[in-house]
């Protein structure tokens, strides 16, 4: 709040020329209206427009103006996540006001959507590429600016704002920056925000294959990680439960409840709108039961003939083009950057010995990759044919790490990027093997951003108290952070929503019990260094911008 300013004891001669001619004697002083020409009602104001007190000046009228205001130096907004740097100022700040207005910089065409979506947010007019006026938020693109596509600067000076970032993304950001500041404080406090993320992939993955969710409970979701500065959704939609989105090419491995190909293109737009990528999985060649029971016969089975849960006869070429044929359709559905490949906790590979338990496997294997072929080389190999099919249209694979196995006379593709979960499946490599193999990680890691229904298995429902405090990207499996000289290598970190006892809550409880984890991973993978406000300082902001 603005407070009474200190009579200045000294000012320098043209100030004080221009002050003495503002406190003309000449005006009323009952303070009724003043004479034509007289220019009491002015002051002279500071660069902010704070009115400036004149001091007490010889032979002039003993009329004592009142009391005038000035600012203290302005604080940082209160966002979450945080806004890197804050140059303060003095000055009012911005706050919506009546008349004020949101506008595009010329150049900014490409913001409409941008300026559209938080004029509507802050009860503001849209008025296009108008010029900017008194109380206005204006957005503009900077190309020259530092900082990457993701990064932006806010300036609230002299009653106006402007965000400006080198793509559209980062100036997207700095409108949620604008809009929990004003939900938080009131107002953008004077100053300049320069800000931008750590990492560049940070998100939530939802297992929708387990348990079917509407989607308007993911279009919440979308609009909840936008405004914690979150960048990509993965959509975990096959599994041994269900299989959740319509197929047109094989309709009979969708399940009864399922999102049509419609909603999910409508969750598509929403997302782009708001700057996020969603990410697709189909796991193969394990966690494909839905899949299977319309194809029971591509199952795969023991030397005994039991037919082991979830997995695909990777021997079987029939495999590879069901398989293959679906990787294709949803391609053309999720136009994104990024597709997840699964690879993980392909059963045969837990048994003791998986040669013995698979015979034609081992027999294949060596085959194909001579006498010291192995199982776990024709599951490594099929990762690398699935990613061949999605190559050609650009994709950026990923797996998860318990999909690369080590030795064998195979190796996963350098580029398929590594999603980090666990060390404790069976062959479990610690994260330093991967990165010391140059591969780019992404942090899952389940002891902190694993949001498991039902809690088997040891899991217990992650608190945003621990990512908080504890967590950083550097911590990828446990508790132990890796070397910080591998830091350059992990991308970024995803919270993670598995539907394992589907029936353990609601699509509802589930939204409420992720907000406060989902706020604190999104501040930890935007700055990971140790937060300035305390737990319960950013419990209740994040509770309050929410």
Known sequence: MPHPA?????????????????????????????ASGDRTGERARDRTGTVIAA???????????????????????????SVRTHEAARGPGWRPGSGAGVVVAAGGAALVDEARLIARELGLGYRGSAAARAGDVELALAPAQPGGPES?????????????????????????????AVRSGGAMPEGVVRDRPDRPQRGLMVDIARKSFPAGWIEDRLRTMADLKLNQLGLHFSDDQGFRIASRTHPEVVSAQHLSQAEVRRILALAASLHITVIPEIDSPGHLGAVLAAHPGLRLKDSSGRVVPGAIDIGDPASARLVDELLREYAGLFPGRWWHLGGDEYQALTRRNPEASFPELAALARREFGPDGRVQDLATAWINDRADVLRPDGRVLKAWNDGFFRGGRVAVAKDIEVEYWTGKELGARPPEEYLAEGRPVVNVNDEYLYYVLGEPHDFTYPTGRRI?????????????????????????????????R??????????????????????KVWDPRPPARSWPEFQTLARTVR
């Not at 007490?56 to 004592?64: H, L, N």
């Open 502 to 523: 589907a029936g353990a809550q609601t699509p509802e409880r589930i939204a409420a019990g992720i907000a406060l984890p989902l706020a604190a991973t999104a501040q």
């Open 55 to 81: 001091p007490s000046v010889p032979g002039a009228s003993t009329t004592r103006p009142s009391p005038e205001r000035t600012y203290p130096l302005s604080s940082a907004p209160a966002t979450v996540p």
């Open 152 to 180: 932006y600067t806010i300036t609230a000076r002299d009653g106006r704002v402007r965000i400006s970032g080198p793509d559209q993304a980062g100036v997207f950001y700095g409108t949620r920056t604008l809009k929990q």
């Open 468 to 500: 908080y405090e504890e967590w950083t990207p550097l911590v990828l499996r446990g508790t132990r952070p890796v070397p910080a000289r591998y830091s350059g290598q992990i991308l970024g970190g995803r919270f993670a929503i598995w539907c394992d």
């Open 6 to 34: 200190p009579l200045l004891p000294a000012l320098p001669a043209l100030a004080l020329s221009l002050l003495l001619t503002a406190c003309s004697t000449t005006g009323p002083a009952d303070g009724g209206a003043p």
